[in-house]
């Protein structure tokens, strides 16, 4: 048994780890053994998505060619092992960028298509599907399928989100976005309560690229945060940011995040950066990627780990649900500092079991404190539940099976998709075996 754990700290018992490391020879090895396997690239998922417990992993980091890029139209095909940091650094040298990106650059091509990510900018570009041209997919019966928008499009739609459930991506092409460098004009702009946050979010969509929020999810339940956005600037050539990486280095015994220590810190965190809210230039990593400059950062929730919860409901009825949820974090008196608002564009998912839909988004992190934590949790369910909404499957551990089947309508056409010998902890918790 081998022991493999998701970012969120949650671990799994493995029968049996495969490294895929050469596209010819995939479909022999995940079409052999007599354990069901699902793809696992960085391990960046919060929750079980990519874990197999008492299966097989088939790891795709050893998957990590480039296989073409054409400057001149930005477009790039690549193994699906390809980190989405290094496309960054391959191509912004020459005048190109992904044109969405999550909240971390260490996640694979692979697991970026399987969960359908989006960044900040889904009311502009939408999400990481949307930019995808084809792929490759490997079924564990050897068949290989070529798919893409246009071209066996029931497979793409299938397979973009489709939690690695389809097959194992091997390949993809992607259109990529032309830029002037890594530079972004940046606005951070303090706001008192929700009725500001949705006026500076509907106020800057036609103006902005980059929208998203900061929310202190445990003054009061008032909502108050910091509001960001940007667009790409071309301030001409400029040196690029330097400073060395924090990290994490051991897991304390406890969980930093706790009663004591979220009230001071999230109080600190609004009153300082409110003060130094201004216009700036800002490098693109540390905008779009914060939390990749502390190494190991998940750590700090201690052994017990933590539970990422991220909902979507309708823009109708948004306001109403996002207060509903901050009154019942208040109440609780556990909370979240890594807490994200933002609105998603009004533009319809690519796959079916696509995350993003048009609505208002709320991400929220939560140490594992046991049945305290889960009641938090089916409340806060209930109340995206009536709101009808749903809940992100990426960073999923505990979602009850009726809420994902209430939240996904397109579930039973994707059941159609499903290969029978690729099976996840997500995937049995949800959809049965």
């Known amino acids: ?103 971390t650059q260490l996640v694979t091509v692979g697991g970026a298509i399987a969960n359908d990510v989006h960044g900040k900018n889904h009311h502009v570009l939408g999400s990481f599907g949307d930019h995808v041209q084809s792929l490759t997919l490997v079924r564990t019966d050897g068949e290989l399928i070529h798919c893409g928008p246009d071209v066996r499009a029931d497979w793409f739609a299938a397979t973009v989100g489709g939690l690695g459930l389809t097959g194992v991506i091997t390949q993809a092409e992607i259109q990529l976005r032309k830029v002037a460098g890594p530079w972004l004009d940046t606005e951070t702009i303090a706001y008192a309560d ?61 969980s930093l995040v706790n009663r004591l220590t979220l009230r001071p810190f999230n109080m600190s965190y609004f009153h300082l950066n409110k003060w130094r809210a201004k216009r700036a230039l800002a490098h693109y990593e540390p905008f779009f990627y914060p939390l990749d400059n502390v190494q190991a950062w998940n750590r700090m929730y201690g052994p017990k780990g933590f539970f990422q919860y991220q909902s979507v409901v309708p823009r109708d009825i948004g306001q109403d649900a996002v207060q509903a949820m901050l009154k019942e974090i208040a109440r609780s008196g556990d909370g ?66 009726e809420l994902f089947e209430a939240g996904y309508p397109r579930l039973s056409e994707f059941m159609k998709y499903r290969d029978p010998k690729i099976s996840s902890d997500l995937s049995r918790r949800l959809m049965g075996a």
């Open 1 to 103: 048994m081998r022991k493999v754990s998701s970012w969120g700290r949650l671990s799994a018992d493995l029968h049996h780890v495969e490294v895929l490391s050469n596209p010819c020879s995939v479909a022999s090895q995940v079409g052999r053994g007599p354990h069901l396997g699902i793809a696992h690239g960085m391990g960046r998922s919060y929750g079980d998505v990519a874990l197999n417990r008492e299966g097989t992993l088939w790891m795709t980091t050893g998957l990590d060619h480039f296989m073409a890029f054409d400057a001149v139209c930005g477009r790039l095909v690549c193994e699906a092992g390809v980190l989405l940091r290094d496309i960054q650094k391959m191509a912004l040298p020459r005048g190109w960028m992904l044109p969405v990106t999550p909240g």
């Open 336 to 401: 979240s500092f890594l807490a994200v608002l933002k609105t998603f564009g009004d533009r319809q998912p690519v796959g079916m079991l696509s995350f993003p839909q048009p609505g208002v988004t709320l991400a929220l992190d939560f140490p594992n404190n046991g049945s305290r934590t889960h009641r938090l949790l089916e409340r806060l369910d209930a109340i995206v539940r009536e709101a009808r909404g749903r809940i992100y499957p990426a960073k999923d551990a505990r979602m009850p099976r």
């Open 194 to 254: 929700l009725d500001a946050f949705f006026g500076l979010a509907d106020g800057s969509e036609a103006g902005w690229e980059h929208t998203v929020s900061w929310i202190d999810c445990i003054a009061g339940g008032g909502g108050r945060g910091l509001f960001m956005r940007a667009n790409p600037a071309d301030p001409g050539p400029l040196p690029e940011p330097g400073g060395r990486k924090l990290s994490m280095p051991v897991v304390p015994p406890v």
